[in-house]
């Protein structure tokens, strides 16, 4: 990872460059944030997953440097609302981190960090998590799943697929035949 691109993020939240001294840590969390980036590396990254990558590592690294965790404060909150509402209006849409920015007031590593301790996501699952639903609920009405995809902003009906099935444990034409099963 880009030692400035950290930089970048920690100097938002006016600290330095962590200082871990142990060259190998066990962080299941951590782990998990640098395998879910892996997981994506067969397509383009979205600029927000980028942003929420570099803001999650950055923490994980200041953790392990000892660094103090950073309380939530009520401007944050409402900032971070602000965030969730455009993501809302906007969500059949890709969203970039400079939307977020001048909707909110605050930079991109702020916001992510700021809109995961609010809402227990990032920017980028939370609109990823939106289209589903919306997508979902236009299949249920009977719409054909490339439609359904095409309408809710993901690029191909495959990248649809692996998501839905990412986060409901089953492909859309699954979730529609056991929707028929259980309707009959």
């Given amino acids: 990872l880009e030692p400035a691109l950290l930089f970048d993020c920690l100097e938002a939240a006016r600290i330095g460059l962590p200082f871990v001294d142990q060259p190998v840590v066990s962080d299941p969390v951590l782990a998990g944030t640098l395998l879910a980036a892996l997981g994506e590396l067969d397509r383009e990254l979205d600029e927000l997953f980028v942003d929420d990558f570099v803001s999650r590592v950055a923490d994980g690294l200041a953790r392990h440097a000892g660094a103090p965790p950073r309380p ?6 409402q900032r971070a609302r602000l965030a969730r509402d455009y993501l809302e209006a906007h969500a059949t ?6 939307e977020l920015e ?20 990032s920017p980028h699952r939370y609109l990823l998590m939106r289209r589903l639903q919306q997508a979902r609920a236009m299949i249920g009405a009977g719409e054909a799943l490339a439609e359904a995809a095409f309408a809710t902003g993901f690029a191909d009906q495959s990248h649809f697929n692996r998501h839905f099935k990412k986060a409901y444990g089953m492909t859309p034409g699954q979730w529609v035949g056991l929707r028929r099963v259980s309707s009959r």
């Fill in 102 to 121: 001048a909707v909110t007031g605050l930079d991109r590593f702020q916001l992510a960090r700021h809109f995961r301790a609010a809402f227990a996501t």
């Fill in 93 to 98: 849409r890709p969203v970039t981190s400079g």
């Fill in 72 to 77: 939530l404060g009520s401007i944050a909150w």
